[in-house]
């Protein structure tokens, strides 16, 4: 299913997908969440048939390599899973004691940490150890778990498709501390590949300038 979805997805014309919230239906907040992640995540993928020489290509100001930023795009894929997972399985255990449809009256998928979730540089994600790349991880291995985690977030997705997503919501430590629900927990991973894409492509230009100058 995912290959297909990435295909399709490179099929369309460059760029991000975006919807616009007009009102805030379940079906509309999914069909947001899903093409920002596919959208995101296909482009993404492609940087893994990159030459190795660009792959490995280090910053003349310093800063990671490609490697190195889809090595750490999966960890924080990783980290961000174990909220969805677990906010999830609880908001569907809350199901039938909760009137969606009195919720969905005031939501907004947006808040000010999601609008900064994109911008490169605009939030502090590298406090964990565990979130900084190594740069030895093999990248066909990373490629295939991020493949994987786009496939767990569209089942959450699926499974949370009547709106179920908004009953729950965890704490994160991201500029103070943030509660977001299941909902936005994947939009801000959806989001935060998508500010990684913007960090390839500086890399990108750099590589290309060094090529020009050698």
């Keep these: 299913m995912l290959n297909d979805e990435i295909k399709k997805a490179r099929a369309e014309m460059s760029g991000l997908f975006y919807f616009k919230i007009r009102c805030m239906t379940a079906e509309n907040i999914i069909i947001t969440i899903r ?8 482009i993404l993928d ?5 030459d190795d020489t660009l792959i490995d290509h280090k910053p003349a100001i310093g800063g ?13 894929n990783r980290f961000l899973l174990n909220y969805i997972d677990q906010g999830s399985a609880k908001a ?23 609008a900064e979730a994109g911008v490169h540089k605009s939030l502090d994600l590298n406090t964990h150890d565990h979130t900084v790349p190594t740069g030895r991880a093999l990248l066909p291995e990373v490629r295939r778990e991020i493949r994987e985690q786009l496939d767990r977030c569209l089942i959450h997705l699926e499974l949370l498709k009547n709106g179920e997503g908004i009953l729950f919501k965890t704490s994160m430590a ?16 959806a989001l935060h590949v998508k ?13 290309d300038n060094a090529f020009e100058k050698a």
């Excluded at 492609?46 to 990159?50: A, H, S, V």
């Excluded at 991201?174 to 991973?189: C, E, P, R």
């Design 35 to 42: 093409n920002e992640l596919i959208g995101s995540i296909s």
């Design 46 to 50: 492609g940087w893994f048939d990159k």
């Design 64 to 76: 990671w390599c490609v490697r190195e930023v889809l090595e750490h795009v999966m960890l924080i």
């Design 92 to 114: 569907m255990t809350q199901l039938n004691t909760s009137d969606i449809g009195n919720f969905l009256q005031h939501y907004n998928l947006e808040n000010q940490v999601l």
């Design 174 to 189: 991201i500029n103070g501390l943030a509660k977001l629900d299941v909902y936005q927990n994947i939009y801000f991973l």
């Design 195 to 207: 500010r990684h894409l913007f960090h390839l492509e500086t890399i990108m230009e750099d590589y």
